[in-house]
């Protein structure tokens, strides 16, 4: 799987000299945090959103929240002072046509999702140990323009668990941006340990935990010829993430997704990333 022959061109020959020390500690790295992270039923009351988080890597609570809680948040989010979402900088221009709000926890209003009880518990029957917040985002996207980003492309966000939890503040049809999934690709398979190891060896952070450069941006991402010999060869059924406002949507990071373009209204959400601490990538 990682002769040399296949080795990845951006990984320079100082690095392809280390190759079998890289590849040790990367096997190390992933058994060890997927021995500690192994999931417990019994941490939680929402029995059966986490068997389909478990076996699918992605489950979804319809209206979760009510409609009324929705656009009390969204009235809220509309206020804010926004900035372009970080991941887009690595695209092309577009600063507010995809926009976020750091450290959104601290409002109090967001507080109901974020802290949760019943989230929390899910969150925590998945990722067990040490389970931190890792970030708390409010994001929306306005612009129907075509996004040159990583996130159009079916990728994943690392190789450790990661569970991003969405609330929609607003109502998602097909046509307002909705996140895709392929179930079942967050388990382990050799298909995705290339990849991986890549990411391991080559993922650069800056100071608030996104990926610094481009390379970085990029490294989870597949062709659209690769994720589509994937999905026909193990058999991932693609799920578009649609629903009205106060749905929560939690998924597992480690599976492929992509984030579909806009092409009508906007899209706005509130995002929780829990992970592991000191396990971001």
């Known amino acids: 799987m990682f002769s040399r022959a296949k080795t990845p061109k951006r990984l320079g020959s100082t690095m392809q000299a280390k190759l079998p020390i890289s590849i040790i500690k990367y096997l190390y790295t992933k058994i060890i945090h997927n021995i500690e992270s192994s999931p417990q039923e019994n941490l939680t009351s929402l029995k059966d959103e986490h068997k389909e988080l478990v076996r699918s890597g992605i489950c979804i609570l319809p209206n979760y929240f009510s409609k009324e809680i929705a656009h009390k948040m969204y009235s809220h989010f509309k206020e804010l002072s926004f900035i372009p979402t970080p991941e887009m900088r690595h695209g092309k221009d577009n600063p507010l046509g995809d926009k976020c709000y750091d450290k959104a926890d601290e409002i109090e209003l967001f507080k109901e999702f974020f802290f949760d009880p019943k989230l929390i518990s899910l969150i925590k029957s998945y990722i067990p140990k040490e389970t931190i917040l890792h970030k708390a985002l409010a994001r929306e996207k306005s612009s129907t323009s075509p996004v040159d980003s990583f996130e159009n492309f079916i990728h994943f966000d690392s190789y450790k668990k990661r569970l991003k939890v969405f609330m929609l503040l607003t109502d998602v049809e097909e046509q307002n941006a909705p ?50 010999n994937l999905s026909e060869k193990y058999k991932f059924r693609q799920l578009t993430c649609v629903g009205s406002a106060g749905t929560v949507i939690v998924f597992d990071g480690q599976g492929l997704h992509v984030a579909n373009q806009l092409f009508s209204g906007s899209r706005a959400v509130l995002v929780g990333h829990w992970i592991q601490r000191n396990h971001h990538m």
């Open 179 to 228: 996140t895709s999934y392929l179930i079942g690709s967050h388990k382990l398979g050799i298909w995705r340990l290339r990849h991986e190891f890549e990411m391991f060896c080559l993922y650069k952070k800056d100071d608030n935990q996104y990926a610094s450069d481009q390379e970085s941006a990029y490294l989870g991402c597949y062709w659209p010829h690769e994720s589509k």
